[in-house]
């Protein structure tokens, strides 16, 4: 049936329960993680899928649908550890909501292709990987995947902070020595952060924003 072999029509069932998975997580949660049913559903299938694409070779030699897997392998456990792991700090968050929805673009890549260069079968809708049409499908759902990803990220809690660096002197008897401390102060804080810096005994700079800036600003 259209061309698809036994083993080719089990890789695309698991690929497209692996999409629709996906797109529930985002549906219900706006976002895919492994915190939810769907997000762990998505991530153990889009790794299925990945593998055994690697055994199928369509046109005989490796290429770039096994590139593509090996780049959704690699997106996706750099997405899986920095939801676990946080292994780029305060990024973290980033890196794993735009990882997690970037492999689900990855999936739309095959996806169209191998459905618009195989039917209807006898008279696809697509005459190769490279038809404009299809190029031109692709690029609307990256477009998707671009304008997602910048709403989700913004909606996730993490927004940049301005990180203020004062020399904090210590106070014998009640605490070990600290220098160089870094503190941190979101724009909407600094007024705040200014009558600290008041009442705080143990700062010896002088509070202002010249005096708190980083070495070399």
């Known amino acids: ?14 690929a497209l329960i692996a999409v629709v998975a996906g797109l529930t997580a985002l549906a219900k949660y706006r976002e895919i993680g492994l915190a ?10 889009t790794i299925a899928t990945c593998v055994t694409g690697l055994f199928i070779f369509r046109h005989g030699t490796f290429g770039v649908p096994h590139a593509l ?51 209807p079968e006898g008279a696809p809708l ?11 499908a692709v690029g609307v759902a990256f477009l998707v995947f671009l304008i997602g990803a910048g709403c989700r990220s913004g ?24 220098a160089n401390r870094a503190v941190l102060f979101r724009p909407s804080q600094l007024c ?13 700079l002088p509070c202002s924003i010249s005096s708190i800036m980083p070495p070399g600003s």
Not at 36 to 45: D, E, F, I, K, S
Not at 126 to 136: D, H, K, Q, T, Y
Not at 192 to 204: D, H, L, P, V
């Open 126 to 136: 697509a005459s190769g990987p490279e038809a404009p049409g299809l190029r031109a």
């Open 69 to 119: 897997g090996v780049l959704t392998l690699i997106v996706l456990i750099l997405a899986i550890a920095s939801e676990k792991r946080a292994i780029f700090g305060r990024l973290s968050r980033y890196v794993s909501v735009v990882g997690y929805s970037g492999t689900l673009f990855f999936h739309t890549i095959p996806g169209f292709t191998e459905t618009a260069t195989r039917i």
């Open 155 to 178: 909606a996730s809690g993490v927004k940049p902070a301005l990180l203020f660096a004062a020399r904090l002197s210590p106070n014998p008897g009640t605490a070990p020595p600290q």
């Open 1 to 14: 049936m259209f061309g698809i072999t036994p083993f080719g029509m089990f890789h695309t069932v698991i």
């Open 36 to 45: 939810t049913a769907a997000g762990r559903v998505y991530v153990l299938l």
């Open 192 to 204: 705040a952060a200014s009558r600290i810096c008041r009442n705080a005994s143990s700062i010896t």
